[in-house]
């Protein structure tokens, strides 16, 4: 097998509905045996209070203010992998974690042995460009391959 684990950077946006299409692709023809799709919740975005956030930057521990709960992100994510994906849709992990993406996804990748990361070149962001903020940094300090879905 060419590739154990692919790891999709999943931010809900086309381009990240497209990556997992193409990481799909992949085990469709044999070149890969799974797909992992890992969102990242900036906490920051889902209206952990400013306090909160700033308290733990800062280096205190402050208990978890996340307003929404985990099993709701994560079938929110669930549904955005099953509309994308179809009855394939149950053979894909899907993980939720809390913090900044593009550290969770090259952590995760690391301490997962993933061996390939396919991610959109832009995401939810509003701000034109080549690549958004994420892919341009795991692109930057992956040491695996990353395919870039445009
Ligand atoms: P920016 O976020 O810098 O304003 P953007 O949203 O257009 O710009 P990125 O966020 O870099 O661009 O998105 C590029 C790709 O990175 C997405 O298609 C997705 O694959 C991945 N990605 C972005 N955000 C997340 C996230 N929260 N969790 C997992 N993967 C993400
Ligand atoms: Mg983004």
Known sequence: MAYKTILVAYDKSEQANRALVAARE???????????????????????????VTARMAGFEVEDTHPRPDEELFAEVKDAVDAALGDFASEVEIVVQHGVPQGLVLKYAHDHGCDLIVMGSRGLGAIQGLLGSVSQAVLQHADIPVLIIK
């Open 26 to 52: 992949f085990v469709e023809v044999g070149l890969a045996d799974k797909i992992v799709a890992l969102t990242a919740f900036d906490p920051r975005e889902i209206g952990e209070s400013t306090f909160a």
